[in-house]
């Protein structure tokens, strides 16, 4: 998969497609109920006017964390090495928005079917979508000469 290079006229809308799209695996991290840091890797699985939608178990311990404390960073890159990748990081805040959207969210991505084929209907009643509204966020390139960075304000 090639990734698309961003540059400083990359809108925000393209720059949070480009998480979606190109990105998709990312790090969420928070902190956990005595403020100790805690991560998973999510897929961003969706955007919808400005805010991006990822989905977990409410039985998954980072879903606890994210409720509790709802200020979180998100980072994802990709390439094959330092010189041959890019990534991003976003600071936002994440709620949880219940079983809205979850249909659109299966359509949109339908490697979920396969996920959780093993007990399909049991899984969308323990998920729950989760609304991520980005603050700000960064690119970072070092596929290009010289090294491409770039702020995102929301």
């Given amino acids: 998969m090639v990734v698309s290079i961003l540059n400083d006229n990359t809108t925000n809308q393209e720059f949070l497609d480009f998480i979606v799209d190109e990105i998709h695996n ?3 991290s928070s902190v956990n109920s005595i403020g100790n840091p805690t991560a998973q890797v999510c ?3 969706m955007v919808k006017d400005m805010k991006l939608y990822m989905t977990t178990s409410v039985k998954n311990p980072l879903f606890k964390c994210l409720i509790n404390n709802p200020n979180i960073e998100v980072n994802g890159y990709k ?4 010189m041959d990748s890019c990534g991003f990081s976003l600071t936002a805040t994440i709620k949880n928005i219940d079983h809205q959207y979850l249909d659109e969210v299966f359509e ?3 490697y979920l079917n396969e ?10 009643q323990e998920l729950r979508i989760l609304e991520i509204t980005p ?5 970072l390139d070092h596929r290009i000469d010289p ?3 770039r702020t995102f304000k929301f």
């Fill in 79 to 82: 390439g094959n090495g330092t």
């Fill in 43 to 45: 897929d961003m699985l």
């Fill in 135 to 139: 603050q700000k966020g960064a690119y």
């Fill in 115 to 124: 996920i959780y084929k093993d007990n399909l209907e049991q899984a969308k």
């Fill in 26 to 28: 990312a790090v969420v």
């Fill in 108 to 110: 949109k991505n339908p």
């Fill in 147 to 149: 090294i491409y960075h």
